[in-house]
């Protein structure tokens, strides 16, 4: 069982590789330190579709199963959800699809401003429009 944060950030270190073996896209880590009294770290991914979610989650429980460790539950797995959860216990695994991750948006729910690890990451929207306006001659 994992009991302290440092070990806790060694686990989703290796989950991160783990996750991107199996070609999850923009793996995300955000720390809760000091934010949750449930985990220390949410780990978070995009699956392309359902089948790819299911295959994620069944690697965390692989690798979970490898280490002994617990998994507390899995939710949203048999009713083919746009959004999985893997439960760790201090270590919260999320598949999401695509559109799924874009409305719930937890890493902006949970994280200060610019405390987001992420891999893979999309362009940013807002400073892609920002260079828009100011490569746009003005009339």
Known sequence: MVTTHAESAKLVTDLVKCLDNKKGQEIAVVDLLGRSGFADFFLIATATSS????????????????????????????????????????????????????????????????????EGKPKDKEKEKEKIKKEKPVS
Do not use: C, M
């Open 51 to 118: 089948t790819h979610i299911a295959t994620l989650a069944n690697e965390v429980q692989r690798f979970a199963d490898e280490r002994r460790l617990v998994v507390r539950g899995i939710e949203g797995l048999a009713e083919s959800a746009p959004w999985v959860l893997v439960d760790l216990g201090d270590v919260l695994v999320h598949l999401f699809l695509s559109e799924a991750r874009e409305f719930y948006s937890l890493e902006k729910l949970w994280s200060p401003k610019g405390a987001v690890a992420r």
